[in-house]
């Protein structure tokens, strides 16, 4: 054989039969993952945390394919004020006004999409499902690699509640609610913690 022709059989084996891209799936750590929330409201605003049951992101090598998570609606919990106060809050947030917790104990997130921005920045695009209504919602996010364990964030992730069907005080709905209305956008500030 010609060495012009063994090197192109070579060449072309060793292509042919190139490893493959190492493929992980991470666990989320529900102990360490957490998602404060933010709501507003004329005058103020209110915040708390709620926590996950589950969920796990996905990587091909070093880039994150896909990912998913489930929050558990049971834990949602204010923060900002105590008491009394606190507890009158929370049951209302968990009651029919809102998120309907007896009825609907979880919501989820999945991905759907994702667009490497700058640096460990990502835009990420997902189905967020609350109270059984699902609908696509986008947000920046950066993930940091450390050994075994992954951190994403993602800060001031916008969702509009009236889209999920809680209309209570919303502007949008009850135009003559003055400074009763709360907004109809709250915010996420996400924090999974994901290991091998």
């Excluded at 090197?7 to 292509?15: A, E, G, H």
């Amino acid at each position: 054989m010609k060495p012009i022709v063994f090197l192109t059989v070579i060449t072309t084996l060793l292509f042919a039969f190139k490893p493959a891209r190492r493929e992980d799936t991470l666990k989320v750590d529900t102990n360490k993952s957490s998602i404060e929330w933010i709501a507003g409201k004329i005058g103020g605003e209110h915040s708390g945390i709620v926590k996950l049951s589950s969920g796990s992101l996905a990587f091909d090598g070093d880039v994150l394919k896909t990912g998913s998570f489930v929050i558990n609606m049971k834990s949602l919990a204010v923060t900002d004020i105590k008491g009394n106060s606190a507890q009158s809050l929370l049951n209302h947030l968990r009651g029919e006004d809102f998120f309907s917790v007896e009825k609907h104990p979880t919501s989820t997130f999945t991905v759907t999409k994702i667009t490497p921005a700058s640096n460990n920045k990502l835009n990420i695009t997902g189905t967020l499902t609350i109270k059984g209504v699902s609908n696509s919602i986008s947000f920046p996010a950066e993930l940091k690699k450390q050994k075994n364990t992954v951190i994403a964030t993602a800060k001031d992730v916008k969702v509009d509640r009236t889209k999920y069907d809680i209309k209570y005080r919303s502007r949008s709905f009850f135009g003559d609610i003055g400074d009763k209305a709360i907004d109809d956008e709250f915010r996420l500030n996400i924090n999974l913690v994901a290991k091998k």
